[in-house]
């Protein structure tokens, strides 16, 4: 049995997410104890524990401490199987976490799955919003070879939620490495800025001038898209994600979302800041994407190599994790002004 503390490292969600993932594909059983141990609530919070139950239902697993507020789980899986799945958050809890969760699972599939998720928010705080997933996460994976792809049925925003997803993912004959070691030239700077039953306000279409300004003060253009969203009448709200792409296939993104007081033109130039950073010391993925293709270059047998600008809380943990479940072997080396995410040949 995989016996792992959550309060080691970040102490986060991470923990969590990532462990279950491990134990499914490894179809190991797994203990967790304090869980988000380092969190001012501690514990399975409403998307946490929707994203162990719907882990469970892609391997029949049997559970036991999955209540709202545990901090003790016990995870025993059995074989992953494929179909459909159904999970619902019931809260603003982010869907783009829930589907870090299971995601990896979804790669080691036999036959193809449907994920469906209900009543959960598709971008909110301390989350990737739910087209960087799309544009930049889901775009990475399939360089390395799994094929995934994200529906958007409604938009969902604190604090009321609501949003609706479906992920798709067809059967993986087996993961490739990633050998991105040079930032290369920027071929396509793009973005999708959207609101929803706020085209009153044009705030989508101001989130975006505002980020092409503040990149066309430093060098940059981007194309992007405006969606005046209408899925949601339930809960107002925007986004903005920007990703750029380079001859190398370095890819990196940045985003960010609308929340009550907060003009749009300041959420335009956040993203556009958020993207700035990544570019200008010239990594090959960005400092989330970093983090979460951790799992995947781990499960893929060759070597893998990416850069990143710096080492977040989460990179570090996952890179601890992957090694104490999987017993992979990374290393991490400052070139330059960057940090190189090797990870060894298996």
């Known amino acids: 049995m995989l016996e792992i503390d959550g309060s080691q490292k970040s102490g986060s969600g ?20 304090n869980i988000r141990q380092k969190r001012t609530q501690p514990g399975l919070r409403p998307q946490h524990l929707e994203a162990v139950l719907t882990a469970a239902k892609l391997c029949n697993a049997e559970l036991k401490g999955a209540t709202l507020g ?57 989350a990737p919003t739910i087209n960087y997933l799309n544009h930049v996460l889901l775009r990475m994976l399939k360089r390395m070879g799994l094929n995934a792809s994200l529906t958007i ?7 009321k939620g609501m949003g609706e997803v479906t992920l798709e993912v067809q059967p993986t004959e087996k993961l490739s490495p990633l050998r991105l070691e040079e ?11 959207v609101c929803t039953f706020l085209a009153d306000r044009k705030v989508a279409e101001r989130q975006a001038n505002a980020a092409n300004k503040y990149l066309a003060a430093h060098g940059h253009e981007a194309k992007i898209q405006v969606i005046n969203d209408m899925s949601n009448p339930l809960q107002k709200g925007s986004s903005l994600v920007l990703w750029a792409k380079t001859s190398t296939g370095a890819l990196l993104g940045g985003d960010a979302i609308g929340e009550l007081r907060k003009p749009s033109e300041v959420v335009g130039r956040e993203a556009a800041e958020n993207l700035f950073k990544e570019i200008k010391p010239q990594p090959t993925v960005d400092t989330h994407l970093a983090d979460m293709l951790v799992p995947y270059v781990a499960l893929a047998d ?6 990143t600008r710096t080492i977040t809380e989460h990179l570090d943990t996952n890179i601890w994790l992957t090694q104490k479940i999987l017993g992979v072997k990374f290393r991490v080396s400052k070139t330059k002004n960057l940090y190189r995410i090797e990870k060894k040949e298996s």
């Open 153 to 159: 049925h409604k938009y969902g925003y604190y604090p």
């Open 70 to 126: 545990s901090r003790e789980l016990w995870f025993t899986p059995q074989e992953i199987t494929s179909g459909n799945v159904h999970a619902e958050i019931g809260t603003a809890g982010s869907i783009p976490m829930l589907l870090l969760t299971i995601l990896p699972i979804c790669a080691f599939i036999k036959h193809s799955v449907r994920v469906h998720v209900v009543k959960g928010g598709t971008d909110v705080r301390h």
């Open 302 to 307: 060759e070597k893998s190599t990416y850069l």
């Open 183 to 193: 930032f290369g030239t920027i071929e396509e700077l793009c973005g999708v800025s």
């Open 14 to 33: 991470t923990i969590l997410r990532l462990s279950i993932a491990l134990a499914t594909i490894l179809n190991q059983s797994l203990h967790i104890y």
